[in-house]
Protein backbone atom coordinates (compact mmCIF):
# COMPACT_ATOMS: atom_id res chain seq x y z
CA UNK A 1 0.00 0.00 0.00
CA UNK A 2 1.34 3.43 -1.06
CA UNK A 3 0.38 6.72 1.25
CA UNK A 4 1.03 10.27 0.47
CA UNK A 5 0.64 12.84 4.05
CA UNK A 6 1.03 15.95 3.28
CA UNK A 7 2.89 17.73 6.02
CA UNK A 8 3.31 21.46 6.37
CA UNK A 9 5.95 23.34 8.00
CA UNK A 10 5.49 26.04 10.11
CA UNK A 11 7.10 28.60 12.03
CA UNK A 12 7.05 27.12 15.81
CA UNK A 13 4.01 28.19 17.51
CA UNK A 14 5.98 28.54 20.74
CA UNK A 15 7.11 31.83 19.49
CA UNK A 16 4.88 34.84 19.00
CA UNK A 17 3.63 35.24 15.24
CA UNK A 18 4.13 38.24 13.42
CA UNK A 19 3.17 39.58 9.87
CA UNK A 20 5.73 41.08 7.60
CA UNK A 21 4.67 44.93 7.57
CA UNK A 22 5.23 45.23 3.80
CA UNK A 23 2.99 42.60 2.44
CA UNK A 24 0.93 41.89 5.62
CA UNK A 25 2.34 37.78 4.83
CA UNK A 26 2.73 35.44 8.27
CA UNK A 27 7.03 35.87 8.51
CA UNK A 28 8.30 32.47 6.98
CA UNK A 29 11.54 33.24 7.23
CA UNK A 30 13.23 31.22 9.88
CA UNK A 31 13.26 27.95 11.32
CA UNK A 32 10.10 26.05 10.35
CA UNK A 33 9.13 22.99 12.67
CA UNK A 34 7.00 19.89 11.49
CA UNK A 35 2.83 20.98 12.36
CA UNK A 36 2.35 18.69 14.72
CA UNK A 37 -1.60 18.87 13.80
CA UNK A 38 0.62 16.74 10.86
CA UNK A 39 2.50 14.35 12.98
CA UNK A 40 -1.25 12.53 13.55
CA UNK A 41 -1.25 12.09 9.89
CA UNK A 42 2.15 10.74 9.53
CA UNK A 43 1.75 8.33 12.55
CA UNK A 44 -1.30 7.20 11.16
CA UNK A 45 0.01 6.46 7.64
CA UNK A 46 3.14 4.63 9.56
CA UNK A 47 0.46 2.51 11.44
CA UNK A 48 -1.81 1.75 8.40
CA UNK A 49 1.13 0.48 6.73
CA UNK A 50 2.34 -1.87 9.10
CA UNK A 51 -1.33 -3.14 9.56
CA UNK A 52 -1.16 -4.23 5.87
CA UNK A 53 1.73 -6.00 5.89
CA UNK A 54 3.87 -3.42 4.16
CA UNK A 55 3.89 -0.74 1.97
CA UNK A 56 5.49 2.82 1.39
CA UNK A 57 4.62 6.53 3.21
CA UNK A 58 5.87 9.51 1.06
CA UNK A 59 5.36 12.83 2.31
CA UNK A 60 4.41 15.98 0.08
CA UNK A 61 5.55 19.81 1.69
CA UNK A 62 5.55 23.05 0.31
CA UNK A 63 7.88 25.39 1.78
CA UNK A 64 10.00 28.46 1.39
CA UNK A 65 13.87 28.24 0.99
CA UNK A 66 13.65 24.05 0.69
CA UNK A 67 13.35 24.41 4.03
CA UNK A 68 13.56 20.84 5.23
CA UNK A 69 13.84 20.39 9.17
CA UNK A 70 10.47 19.17 9.64
CA UNK A 71 10.01 17.10 6.65
CA UNK A 72 13.12 15.21 8.81
CA UNK A 73 11.17 15.05 11.55
CA UNK A 74 8.80 12.95 9.69
CA UNK A 75 11.14 10.96 7.74
CA UNK A 76 13.10 10.43 11.37
CA UNK A 77 9.21 8.87 12.59
CA UNK A 78 9.18 6.58 9.93
CA UNK A 79 8.50 7.75 6.55
CA UNK A 80 10.19 6.47 3.29
CA UNK A 81 10.59 9.31 1.33
CA UNK A 82 9.98 13.24 0.70
CA UNK A 83 8.80 15.49 -2.29
CA UNK A 84 9.24 19.28 -1.26
CA UNK A 85 7.99 21.99 -3.81
CA UNK A 86 10.08 25.10 -3.27
CA UNK A 87 9.54 28.04 -5.48
CA UNK A 88 10.19 32.21 -4.94
CA UNK A 89 6.85 32.29 -6.78
CA UNK A 90 5.20 30.84 -4.01
CA UNK A 91 4.82 33.45 -1.38
CA UNK A 92 1.53 34.55 -0.51
CA UNK A 93 -0.26 31.39 -1.70
CA UNK A 94 -3.88 31.44 -0.87
CA UNK A 95 -5.52 27.53 0.63
CA UNK A 96 -6.63 26.85 -3.29
CA UNK A 97 -2.99 27.32 -4.75
CA UNK A 98 -1.35 25.42 -1.85
CA UNK A 99 -3.75 22.75 -3.01
CA UNK A 100 -3.38 22.72 -6.73
CA UNK A 101 0.59 22.46 -5.93
CA UNK A 102 0.35 19.54 -3.13
CA UNK A 103 -2.41 17.91 -5.83
CA UNK A 104 0.38 18.02 -8.91
CA UNK A 105 2.78 16.77 -6.08
CA UNK A 106 0.55 13.94 -5.41
CA UNK A 107 -0.45 13.11 -8.87
CA UNK A 108 3.39 12.01 -9.71
CA UNK A 109 3.39 9.23 -7.08
CA UNK A 110 -0.52 7.76 -7.47
CA UNK A 111 -0.94 6.94 -4.03
CA UNK A 112 -3.70 4.60 -2.66
CA UNK A 113 -4.46 7.01 0.22
CA UNK A 114 -3.75 10.44 0.79
CA UNK A 115 -3.79 11.93 4.66
CA UNK A 116 -3.62 15.21 5.60
CA UNK A 117 -3.81 17.29 8.96
CA UNK A 118 -7.53 18.80 9.42
CA UNK A 119 -6.01 22.29 9.58
CA UNK A 120 -2.73 23.57 10.22
CA UNK A 121 -1.35 25.11 13.50
CA UNK A 122 -0.51 28.77 11.52
CA UNK A 123 -3.09 29.35 8.87
CA UNK A 124 -5.87 26.78 10.10
CA UNK A 125 -7.93 27.17 7.05
CA UNK A 126 -8.96 23.76 7.26
CA UNK A 127 -9.80 23.68 3.45
CA UNK A 128 -6.76 22.59 1.63
CA UNK A 129 -7.02 18.66 2.37
CA UNK A 130 -10.57 18.77 0.41
CA UNK A 131 -9.05 21.04 -2.36
CA UNK A 132 -6.85 19.03 -3.07
CA UNK A 133 -9.34 15.56 -3.06
CA UNK A 134 -11.44 18.43 -5.39
CA UNK A 135 -8.33 18.99 -7.94
CA UNK A 136 -7.76 15.14 -8.12
CA UNK A 137 -11.10 14.36 -8.87
CA UNK A 138 -11.01 11.80 -5.88
CA UNK A 139 -13.40 11.00 -2.81
CA UNK A 140 -12.53 12.01 0.57
CA UNK A 141 -13.43 11.61 4.02
CA UNK A 142 -12.22 15.05 6.20
CA UNK A 143 -12.26 15.22 10.13
CA UNK A 144 -11.58 11.32 10.26
CA UNK A 145 -11.13 9.74 13.87
CA UNK A 146 -10.30 6.29 13.62
CA UNK A 147 -9.65 4.74 10.41
CA UNK A 148 -9.25 1.23 9.26
CA UNK A 149 -8.24 -0.24 5.90
CA UNK A 150 -10.52 -3.57 4.33
CA UNK A 151 -9.22 -4.53 1.03
CA UNK A 152 -9.74 -2.26 -1.29
CA UNK A 153 -12.15 -0.04 1.04
CA UNK A 154 -11.39 2.69 4.11
CA UNK A 155 -13.87 2.76 6.84
CA UNK A 156 -13.45 6.19 9.27
CA UNK A 157 -15.41 7.65 11.73
CA UNK A 158 -15.89 11.32 10.68
CA UNK A 159 -16.38 13.88 13.32
CA UNK A 160 -19.33 16.01 13.29
CA UNK A 161 -21.09 18.61 15.04
CA UNK A 162 -23.46 16.03 17.32
CA UNK A 163 -21.52 12.92 16.88
CA UNK A 164 -19.47 10.97 14.29
CA UNK A 165 -20.69 9.21 10.63
CA UNK A 166 -19.65 5.57 10.13
CA UNK A 167 -17.99 6.77 5.89
CA UNK A 168 -17.03 3.95 4.14
CA UNK A 169 -15.20 4.55 0.85
CA UNK A 170 -13.19 2.63 -2.10
CA UNK A 171 -9.74 3.51 -2.33
CA UNK A 172 -7.90 5.57 -3.40
CA UNK A 173 -9.21 8.25 -0.81
CA UNK A 174 -7.92 11.31 0.69
CA UNK A 175 -8.67 11.48 4.79
CA UNK A 176 -8.07 14.34 6.92
CA UNK A 177 -7.21 13.19 10.42
CA UNK A 178 -8.07 14.99 13.74
CA UNK A 179 -5.59 15.32 16.51
CA UNK A 180 -5.14 13.18 18.78
CA UNK A 181 -6.39 10.34 16.57
CA UNK A 182 -3.38 8.35 17.32
CA UNK A 183 -0.51 9.05 19.64
CA UNK A 184 2.66 9.94 17.39
CA UNK A 185 6.04 8.55 18.19
CA UNK A 186 8.82 10.22 18.50
CA UNK A 187 11.89 10.04 16.79
CA UNK A 188 14.34 7.34 17.97
CA UNK A 189 18.03 8.27 17.69
CA UNK A 190 18.25 5.44 14.58
CA UNK A 191 14.95 7.09 13.04
CA UNK A 192 17.20 10.23 13.23
CA UNK A 193 19.95 9.05 11.97
CA UNK A 194 18.52 7.13 9.20
CA UNK A 195 16.57 10.16 8.08
CA UNK A 196 19.83 11.95 6.94
CA UNK A 197 20.12 9.59 4.39
CA UNK A 198 16.22 9.45 3.27
CA UNK A 199 15.98 10.87 0.04
CA UNK A 200 13.91 14.42 -0.48
CA UNK A 201 13.11 15.05 -4.09
CA UNK A 202 13.01 18.98 -4.64
CA UNK A 203 10.13 20.24 -7.03
CA UNK A 204 10.05 23.98 -8.36
CA UNK A 205 6.95 24.93 -10.24
CA UNK A 206 8.14 24.53 -13.79
CA UNK A 207 9.17 20.64 -12.83
CA UNK A 208 5.38 20.75 -11.53
CA UNK A 209 4.17 22.15 -14.67
CA UNK A 210 2.28 24.94 -12.44
CA UNK A 211 2.24 28.63 -13.94
CA UNK A 212 3.04 31.25 -11.58
CA UNK A 213 0.03 33.39 -11.86
CA UNK A 214 -2.29 31.02 -11.25
CA UNK A 215 -0.77 30.62 -7.09
CA UNK A 216 1.43 33.44 -5.27
CA UNK A 217 -0.02 36.33 -4.18
CA UNK A 218 -1.08 36.68 -7.94
CA UNK A 219 -3.02 33.39 -8.07
CA UNK A 220 -4.38 34.30 -4.47
CA UNK A 221 -6.79 37.27 -5.52
CA UNK A 222 -6.81 38.95 -2.26
CA UNK A 223 -5.13 41.33 -0.47
CA UNK A 224 -4.86 42.25 3.12
CA UNK A 225 -5.45 45.93 2.85
CA UNK A 226 -5.07 46.88 6.93
CA UNK A 227 -4.19 45.50 9.79
CA UNK A 228 -5.53 46.46 13.49
CA UNK A 229 -4.75 45.64 16.77
CA UNK A 230 -7.92 44.05 18.69
CA UNK A 231 -9.19 45.36 21.97
CA UNK A 232 -7.43 43.73 25.19
CA UNK A 233 -9.83 42.38 27.63
CA UNK A 234 -8.33 43.65 31.08
CA UNK A 235 -8.06 41.13 33.61
CA UNK A 236 -9.89 41.89 37.20
CA UNK A 237 -9.11 40.40 40.82
CA UNK A 238 -6.48 37.90 40.96
CA UNK A 239 -6.20 36.19 44.32
CA UNK A 240 -4.02 32.76 45.99
CA UNK A 241 -5.87 30.18 47.41
CA UNK A 242 -5.38 30.25 51.34
CA UNK A 243 -7.77 27.62 51.85
CA UNK A 244 -10.86 29.87 51.48
CA UNK A 245 -11.29 31.07 47.76
CA UNK A 246 -14.17 29.21 47.14
CA UNK A 247 -16.55 31.37 49.35
CA UNK A 248 -15.00 34.56 47.56
CA UNK A 249 -16.33 32.70 44.35
CA UNK A 250 -19.90 31.86 46.05
CA UNK A 251 -19.66 35.57 46.47
CA UNK A 252 -18.81 36.41 43.36
CA UNK A 253 -21.64 34.36 41.71
CA UNK A 254 -24.05 35.76 44.33
CA UNK A 255 -23.18 38.84 42.63
CA UNK A 256 -23.55 37.53 39.31
CA UNK A 257 -27.01 36.43 40.39
CA UNK A 258 -26.05 32.77 39.37
CA UNK A 259 -26.64 31.42 42.56
CA UNK B 1 -22.92 50.79 -1.73
CA UNK B 2 -23.68 47.12 -1.28
CA UNK B 3 -23.82 44.11 -3.56
CA UNK B 4 -26.20 42.82 -5.51
CA UNK B 5 -26.96 39.29 -4.71
CA UNK B 6 -24.76 36.78 -1.63
CA UNK B 7 -25.98 33.06 -1.48
CA UNK B 8 -25.66 31.57 1.76
CA UNK B 9 -24.74 27.70 2.28
CA UNK B 10 -27.96 26.73 4.62
CA UNK B 11 -27.48 24.10 7.31
CA UNK B 12 -29.94 22.36 9.56
CA UNK B 13 -32.18 19.80 9.54
CA UNK B 14 -36.04 18.87 10.22
CA UNK B 15 -36.31 21.70 13.21
CA UNK B 16 -35.01 24.44 10.91
CA UNK B 17 -32.14 26.14 10.08
CA UNK B 18 -28.94 26.29 12.69
CA UNK B 19 -28.46 29.20 14.38
CA UNK B 20 -25.09 30.00 12.65
CA UNK B 21 -27.31 29.51 9.34
CA UNK B 22 -29.20 32.75 10.90
CA UNK B 23 -26.58 34.62 11.32
CA UNK B 24 -25.06 34.04 7.72
CA UNK B 25 -28.21 35.82 6.22
CA UNK B 26 -27.85 38.56 8.93
CA UNK B 27 -24.21 38.92 7.65
CA UNK B 28 -25.30 38.89 4.13
CA UNK B 29 -27.86 41.70 4.43
CA UNK B 30 -25.85 44.08 5.58
CA UNK B 31 -23.78 43.69 2.35
CA UNK B 32 -26.23 42.64 -0.80
CA UNK B 33 -29.67 43.60 -1.31
CA UNK B 34 -30.80 40.13 -2.25
CA UNK B 35 -30.06 36.72 -0.22
CA UNK B 36 -30.86 33.62 -1.64
CA UNK B 37 -29.96 30.35 -0.24
CA UNK B 38 -28.77 26.69 -1.10
CA UNK B 39 -31.14 24.26 1.49
CA UNK B 40 -29.94 20.31 1.42
CA UNK B 41 -33.80 19.35 0.95
CA UNK B 42 -36.83 19.64 -0.84
CA UNK B 43 -36.48 23.11 1.04
CA UNK B 44 -40.09 23.41 2.38
CA UNK B 45 -39.02 22.85 6.26
CA UNK B 46 -37.18 25.77 5.84
CA UNK B 47 -38.67 28.45 3.29
CA UNK B 48 -40.67 29.89 6.31
CA UNK B 49 -37.67 30.59 8.70
CA UNK B 50 -35.40 31.45 6.03
CA UNK B 51 -38.15 33.78 4.51
CA UNK B 52 -38.77 35.41 7.99
CA UNK B 53 -34.84 36.28 8.21
CA UNK B 54 -34.36 37.92 4.52
CA UNK B 55 -34.45 35.10 2.23
CA UNK B 56 -35.55 35.59 -0.77
CA UNK B 57 -35.20 32.37 -2.74
CA UNK B 58 -34.09 28.85 -1.95
CA UNK B 59 -32.03 26.65 -4.18
CA UNK B 60 -33.15 23.06 -2.68
CA UNK B 61 -30.18 20.41 -3.79
CA UNK B 62 -32.73 17.27 -2.52
CA UNK B 63 -30.85 15.11 -0.01
CA UNK B 64 -27.39 13.73 -0.28
CA UNK B 65 -28.86 10.41 0.09
CA UNK B 66 -25.80 8.70 2.28
CA UNK B 67 -23.41 10.54 0.88
CA UNK B 68 -21.05 13.38 2.39
CA UNK B 69 -22.35 16.90 1.57
CA UNK B 70 -19.63 18.57 0.66
CA UNK B 71 -18.94 16.81 -3.14
CA UNK B 72 -22.74 16.56 -3.69
CA UNK B 73 -23.69 20.20 -2.82
CA UNK B 74 -20.84 21.66 -4.47
CA UNK B 75 -21.41 19.98 -8.04
CA UNK B 76 -25.32 21.10 -7.66
CA UNK B 77 -24.57 24.60 -6.54
CA UNK B 78 -21.12 25.18 -8.94
CA UNK B 79 -23.78 25.28 -11.85
CA UNK B 80 -26.12 27.66 -10.51
CA UNK B 81 -23.33 29.90 -9.58
CA UNK B 82 -21.96 30.08 -13.32
CA UNK B 83 -25.38 31.00 -14.52
CA UNK B 84 -26.58 33.21 -11.83
CA UNK B 85 -23.32 34.99 -10.87
CA UNK B 86 -23.74 36.11 -7.01
CA UNK B 87 -21.41 38.13 -6.06
CA UNK B 88 -20.67 35.89 -3.18
CA UNK B 89 -21.31 32.67 -1.27
CA UNK B 90 -21.22 32.35 2.42
CA UNK B 91 -20.57 29.66 4.50
CA UNK B 92 -20.77 28.49 8.63
CA UNK B 93 -17.04 26.82 9.79
CA UNK B 94 -18.59 23.67 9.87
CA UNK B 95 -16.96 20.63 8.83
CA UNK B 96 -19.83 20.85 5.93
CA UNK B 97 -18.96 24.12 5.60
CA UNK B 98 -15.70 23.80 4.84
CA UNK B 99 -16.14 20.65 2.82
CA UNK B 100 -18.23 22.36 0.19
CA UNK B 101 -16.58 25.67 0.23
CA UNK B 102 -13.35 23.95 -0.59
CA UNK B 103 -14.87 21.81 -3.46
CA UNK B 104 -16.80 24.98 -5.10
CA UNK B 105 -13.73 26.79 -4.58
CA UNK B 106 -11.81 24.07 -6.94
CA UNK B 107 -14.99 23.92 -9.64
CA UNK B 108 -15.24 27.50 -9.63
CA UNK B 109 -11.38 28.11 -9.78
CA UNK B 110 -12.41 31.02 -7.10
CA UNK B 111 -10.46 31.74 -3.50
CA UNK B 112 -12.10 31.30 -0.31
CA UNK B 113 -11.54 33.54 2.48
CA UNK B 114 -11.80 31.18 6.01
CA UNK B 115 -12.44 32.01 9.88
CA UNK B 116 -13.90 35.69 9.08
CA UNK B 117 -15.96 37.42 12.20
CA UNK B 118 -17.10 40.44 9.98
CA UNK B 119 -17.54 41.97 6.65
CA UNK B 120 -17.91 45.12 4.70
CA UNK B 121 -18.27 46.29 1.15
CA UNK B 122 -15.41 49.15 0.72
CA UNK B 123 -14.84 50.60 -2.85
CA UNK B 124 -17.23 48.06 -4.42
CA UNK B 125 -15.55 44.72 -3.34
CA UNK B 126 -15.92 42.57 0.06
CA UNK B 127 -14.12 43.11 2.65
CA UNK B 128 -13.20 40.34 5.33
CA UNK B 129 -12.03 40.49 8.94
CA UNK B 130 -10.31 37.92 10.49
CA UNK B 131 -8.84 37.43 13.82
CA UNK B 132 -4.88 36.25 14.35
CA UNK B 133 -2.64 35.35 17.04
CA UNK B 134 -5.28 34.39 19.32
CA UNK B 135 -7.16 36.96 18.56
CA UNK B 136 -4.84 40.11 19.19
CA UNK B 137 -5.31 41.60 15.72
CA UNK B 138 -7.60 41.78 12.93
CA UNK B 139 -6.61 41.37 9.09
CA UNK B 140 -9.19 42.84 6.95
CA UNK B 141 -8.69 40.97 3.77
CA UNK B 142 -10.62 41.99 0.23
CA UNK B 143 -10.94 39.87 -3.05
CA UNK B 144 -9.40 40.79 -6.25
CA UNK B 145 -11.10 38.35 -8.31
CA UNK B 146 -13.67 38.32 -10.88
CA UNK B 147 -16.80 36.46 -10.13
CA UNK B 148 -18.01 34.64 -7.03
CA UNK B 149 -16.08 35.40 -4.20
CA UNK B 150 -16.08 32.91 -1.12
CA UNK B 151 -16.00 33.02 2.79
CA UNK B 152 -16.48 31.24 5.35
CA UNK B 153 -17.67 32.57 8.68
CA UNK B 154 -17.22 31.40 12.46
CA UNK B 155 -20.11 31.26 14.80
CA UNK B 156 -21.52 34.22 17.16
CA UNK B 157 -20.23 36.70 15.10
CA UNK B 158 -23.42 38.00 13.90
CA UNK B 159 -26.65 38.27 15.63
CA UNK B 160 -29.68 36.73 13.76
CA UNK B 161 -32.32 38.66 13.19
CA UNK B 162 -36.00 38.41 12.04
CA UNK B 163 -37.50 40.83 9.78
CA UNK B 164 -40.90 39.45 9.22
CA UNK B 165 -40.40 38.12 5.39
CA UNK B 166 -42.08 36.63 3.11
CA UNK B 167 -42.02 32.51 2.42
CA UNK B 168 -38.88 32.10 0.71
CA UNK B 169 -39.78 30.67 -2.88
CA UNK B 170 -38.09 27.50 -3.36
CA UNK B 171 -36.96 26.34 -6.53
CA UNK B 172 -35.41 23.13 -7.16
CA UNK B 173 -31.74 22.16 -8.44
CA UNK B 174 -31.14 19.24 -10.16
CA UNK B 175 -28.88 17.69 -12.88
CA UNK B 176 -25.16 17.97 -11.43
CA UNK B 177 -23.36 14.97 -10.71
CA UNK B 178 -20.28 14.85 -8.89
CA UNK B 179 -18.95 12.00 -9.78
CA UNK B 180 -15.97 9.92 -8.36
CA UNK B 181 -15.41 12.59 -5.51
CA UNK B 182 -18.87 11.79 -4.73
CA UNK B 183 -18.13 8.34 -3.23
CA UNK B 184 -17.25 8.26 0.19
CA UNK B 185 -20.86 6.55 1.86
CA UNK B 186 -22.50 7.16 5.59
CA UNK B 187 -23.37 3.68 6.62
CA UNK B 188 -23.92 5.18 10.36
CA UNK B 189 -24.74 8.19 12.19
CA UNK B 190 -24.38 8.56 15.95
CA UNK B 191 -25.46 11.32 18.15
CA UNK B 192 -23.02 11.49 21.05
CA UNK B 193 -25.55 11.27 24.24
CA UNK B 194 -26.26 15.38 25.54
CA UNK B 195 -28.26 16.31 27.97
CA UNK B 196 -28.71 19.88 29.96
CA UNK B 197 -28.05 23.07 28.83
CA UNK B 198 -26.53 22.87 25.22
CA UNK B 199 -22.42 24.20 25.04
CA UNK B 200 -22.85 26.62 22.29
CA UNK B 201 -26.00 28.07 23.87
CA UNK B 202 -25.89 27.67 27.59
CA UNK B 203 -25.81 30.92 29.75
CA UNK B 204 -23.24 29.44 32.01
CA UNK B 205 -20.50 27.10 30.89
CA UNK B 206 -18.09 25.29 33.08
CA UNK B 207 -14.77 23.64 31.47
CA UNK B 208 -12.19 21.41 32.42
CA UNK B 209 -8.93 21.04 31.27
CA UNK B 210 -5.29 19.31 31.91
CA UNK B 211 -5.01 20.93 35.20
CA UNK B 212 -8.02 18.23 36.28
CA UNK B 213 -5.11 15.54 36.27
CA UNK B 214 -7.02 12.43 35.11
CA UNK B 215 -10.12 11.60 33.31
CA UNK B 216 -12.15 11.14 36.36
CA UNK B 217 -11.96 14.27 38.35
CA UNK B 218 -13.83 15.89 34.66
CA UNK B 219 -16.84 14.31 37.23
CA UNK B 220 -16.17 18.00 39.38
CA UNK B 221 -16.88 20.09 36.03
CA UNK B 222 -19.55 18.08 35.48
CA UNK B 223 -21.19 18.56 39.02
CA UNK B 224 -20.14 22.08 39.35
CA UNK B 225 -21.79 22.57 35.78
CA UNK B 226 -25.18 21.21 37.04
CA UNK B 227 -25.43 23.41 40.55
CA UNK B 228 -25.09 26.49 38.19
CA UNK B 229 -27.83 25.09 35.51
CA UNK B 230 -24.31 25.18 33.18
CA UNK B 231 -23.25 23.15 30.03
CA UNK B 232 -19.55 21.36 30.65
CA UNK B 233 -16.75 22.09 28.07
CA UNK B 234 -13.25 21.15 27.81
CA UNK B 235 -9.86 22.52 26.52
CA UNK B 236 -8.42 20.39 23.38
CA UNK B 237 -6.11 19.08 25.45
CA UNK B 238 -8.33 16.74 27.15
CA UNK B 239 -10.40 16.07 23.95
CA UNK B 240 -6.92 15.43 22.34
CA UNK B 241 -6.39 12.89 25.25
CA UNK B 242 -10.16 11.06 24.95
CA UNK B 243 -11.11 12.16 28.54
CA UNK B 244 -14.60 13.98 26.62
CA UNK B 245 -15.85 13.68 23.40
CA UNK B 246 -14.97 16.11 21.02
CA UNK B 247 -18.76 17.47 21.00
CA UNK B 248 -17.52 19.82 24.86
CA UNK B 249 -14.69 21.19 22.80
CA UNK B 250 -14.33 25.24 22.96
CA UNK B 251 -12.09 26.63 21.25
CA UNK B 252 -10.50 27.63 17.54
CA UNK B 253 -11.35 24.16 16.11
CA UNK B 254 -14.41 23.32 18.45
CA UNK B 255 -17.22 25.46 19.92
CA UNK B 256 -17.42 29.42 20.19
CA UNK B 257 -19.26 30.26 23.14
CA UNK B 258 -20.34 33.69 24.86
CA UNK B 259 -22.18 32.88 27.64
CA UNK B 260 -22.65 35.23 30.46
CA UNK B 261 -20.65 33.28 33.00
CA UNK B 262 -17.39 30.76 31.65
CA UNK B 263 -15.25 28.95 34.59
CA UNK B 264 -12.52 27.45 33.28
CA UNK B 265 -10.98 24.95 35.62
CA UNK B 266 -7.40 23.53 34.97
CA UNK B 267 -7.10 25.70 31.79
CA UNK B 268 -4.14 27.31 31.16
CA UNK B 269 -5.61 29.17 28.04
CA UNK B 270 -3.00 28.30 25.15
CA UNK B 271 -4.65 30.55 22.36
CA UNK B 272 -6.38 27.76 20.67
CA UNK B 273 -8.78 27.94 23.59
CA UNK B 274 -8.91 31.92 24.32
CA UNK B 275 -10.33 32.59 20.70
CA UNK B 276 -13.21 30.01 21.85
CA UNK B 277 -14.07 31.83 24.67
CA UNK B 278 -12.80 35.08 25.44
CA UNK B 279 -15.96 36.81 24.27
CA UNK B 280 -17.87 35.65 27.39
CA UNK B 281 -19.24 38.16 29.02
CA UNK B 282 -17.48 37.55 32.64
CA UNK B 283 -14.32 34.39 33.20
CA UNK B 284 -13.56 33.24 36.12
CA UNK B 285 -10.49 31.11 36.10
CA UNK B 286 -8.84 28.30 39.07
CA UNK B 287 -4.96 27.60 37.86
CA UNK B 288 -2.44 26.77 39.81
CA UNK B 289 -0.07 28.49 38.00
CA UNK B 290 -0.06 32.18 38.66
CA UNK B 291 1.44 32.79 34.61
CA UNK B 292 -0.71 30.77 32.98
CA UNK B 293 -2.52 33.28 29.94
CA UNK B 294 -6.04 32.41 31.13
CA UNK B 295 -5.76 35.29 33.96
CA UNK B 296 -4.92 37.68 31.99
CA UNK B 297 -8.62 37.54 30.45
CA UNK B 298 -10.04 36.78 34.24
CA UNK B 299 -12.25 38.67 36.03
CA UNK B 300 -12.12 36.72 38.55
CA UNK B 301 -8.49 34.76 38.81
CA UNK B 302 -7.77 32.18 41.48
CA UNK B 303 -4.60 31.09 42.10
CA UNK B 304 -4.82 27.24 43.58
CA UNK B 305 -5.51 23.96 42.95
CA UNK B 306 -8.57 22.90 41.03
CA UNK B 307 -9.18 19.74 43.64
CA UNK B 308 -9.06 22.01 46.60
CA UNK B 309 -11.01 24.61 45.57
CA UNK B 310 -13.75 22.96 43.59
CA UNK B 311 -14.88 20.23 46.18
CA UNK B 312 -14.99 22.84 48.76
CA UNK B 313 -16.91 25.51 46.35
CA UNK B 314 -19.54 21.96 45.38
CA UNK B 315 -19.83 21.70 49.30
CA UNK B 316 -20.60 25.78 49.49
CA UNK B 317 -23.03 25.67 46.73
CA UNK B 318 -25.12 22.67 48.04
CA UNK B 319 -25.00 24.18 51.29
CA UNK B 320 -26.87 27.29 50.32
Excluded at chain 1, 139 to 151: E, H
Excluded at chain 2, 101 to 128: F, K
Excluded at chain 2, 153 to 162: L, Q, V
Aim: glycine fraction near 12%; hydrophobic fraction near 45%.
Amino acid sequence: MKVVVCVKQIPDPALPGELDPTTNLLKRDGKLILDESDSYGVEMALQLVEAAGGGEVSLVSMAPNNEMSGLRTALAMGADDAILVSDENLAGTDALGTAKVLAAAIGRLSPDLILAGVESSDGYTGTVPEMIAGVLDLPSVTFAKQISIDGDTVKAQRQTEAGYDDIECKLPVLLSVTAGVVEPRYPSFKGIMAAKKKPVEALDLQALGIESNTVGVVGARQETIRVTEAEERESGEIIEDDGDAHQRIAEFLGELKVV
Amino acid sequence: MSLNTIMVFAEGDESGPTTLTLELIRAARGVAANVEAFVLDDGSSMAESLGDHGVSKIHAMGGAEGKLVGAHAAALMADLVVSNLPDAVFFGQTPDGRDTAARLSVRLDQPVITNNVGVTVEDGVLVLEEPVFGGTQNIFTAFRNDGASLALFRPKSFEAESIGGAIAEVSVLEGADPGNSGTAIVTGRVIEERSGPQLDSAAVVVSGGRGLGQPEAYELVDELAGLLNAASGASRAIVDAGWVPYSKQVGQTGKVVKPSLYFACGISGATQHLVGMKGSKVIIAINKDPEAPIFSVADLGIVGDVHKVMPALIETLKAT
